[in-house]
């Protein structure tokens, strides 16, 4: 009997030991998943991709027959279909926060129509004075403001991204290629067209549309972000030197002058006389000779070879001047 008892014993221990043994390949592997599943983040527009806010004075037939999702002071506010089945969508795949060009307090009653439980779930929420006031009108519109997302403001913020967060596994979405205009090249996808109310039958966040399969391949994509949009244009193409309305936009880009003209210099090619300008010391003041030369002659003011490199940085605002013009006064 004591033996038997023994043998149990020893078996029970034995068992035991067995079930505490780590297998240590299979922590590591674990670990790797893990760490090689960590989740991009996708930035948001609201207006034009989530939703559609429509003046209350505003009398198309088209949206009398339809109510909106909800309503503050002057506006109405109609959210996309499909779009909390689409939110859902992201948040399982993606760390996501709404970056909105519009004001605080729309952003926050849109958000809390459109959310409705989820808005806990976002890493952040954006609006209008996070963006970046370029001073100009956009194209479509003379009377609204152009505003630009710069993601850099994103990425050096050390509550939110905390080194985390960085060109490489960041992707913004608009319907504004221009918002974008101040981002490294393939850091965001431009949708084709802007949410209006009256798209009652719109699926563009639906399941199986392009975006769900275009953002639930890149969910799943070992190349960084940048990467996988050179190989995987979506959308509408983003604002560059080859843009039909690249003139106006070169003037939008608050960028030194240096790092402007480099762009410029690869399409007009190198003018003759801009370094001899610049060196004249004779006649005009340098400030003056400058400002009276064209965009297109001072192309090539980042390869210019001038020794003086205080002279040039004094004139830098002459420069900007040029490529930037200040806004005629508001009537």
């Known amino acids: 009997m004591k033996e038997k008892l023994i043998v149990r014993e020893t078996e029970t221990k034995e068992t035991e030991e067995k079930n505490n043994v780590v297998d240590f390949g299979d922590l590591l592997e674990k670990l790797n998943l893990g760490q090689q599943r960590k989740k991009k983040l996708i930035v948001l527009a609201l207006g034009g991709l989530l939703c559609h806010r429509v003046y209350r004075r505003d009398k198309s037939s088209a949206l009398k027959s339809r109510r909106p999702d909800t309503s503050y002071g002057n506006f109405f506010v109609y959210k996309r279909p499909y779009c909390e089945e689409f939110m859902k969508f992201c948040l399982e795949r993606f760390e996501v926060g709404i970056w909105s060009s519009a004001r605080e307090w729309y952003m926050n009653n849109a958000l809390d129509c459109i959310m409705k439980g989820l808005r806990g779930k976002l890493l952040f929420a954006w ?47 608009d319907d504004k290629p221009y918002k974008a205009l101040l981002n490294p090249s393939n850091t965001a996808i431009f949708i084709d067209h802007e949410y209006k109310a009256v798209d009652v039958d719109d699926v563009a966040l639906g399941p199986n549309s392009e975006l769900r399969v275009y953002l639930d391949e890149l969910s799943k994509a070992e190349d960084d972000i940048p990467g996988y949009v050179e190989k995987h244009p979506f959308g509408q193409p983003a604002i560059t030197p080859n843009h039909p309305d690249w003139d106006f936009y070169s003037k939008v880009l608050p960028e030194p002058a240096g790092a402007m003209a480099k762009t410029r210099s690869k399409i007009h090619g190198k003018p003759k006389t801009t370094t001899k300008i610049l060196k004249k010391k004779g006649g005009k003041s340098k400030r003056d000779t400058i400002q009276s030369i064209s965009i297109d002659q001072i192309s090539e003011i980042d390869a210019l070879e001038v020794s003086d490199e205080e002279a040039l940085a004094e004139d830098v605002p002459a420069l900007r001047d040029v490529f930037q013009p200040p806004l005629s006064p508001k009537s």
Do not use: M
């Open 127 to 173: 609006d209008q004075n996070q963006c970046t006031d370029s001073g100009f009108r956009t194209l479509e519109n003379k009377e609204k403001p152009l505003f630009l997302k710069d993601l850099k403001k994103l990425w050096q913020n050390k509550y939110l991204s905390k080194g985390v967060f960085s060109s490489s596994n960041t992707l913004l979405i």
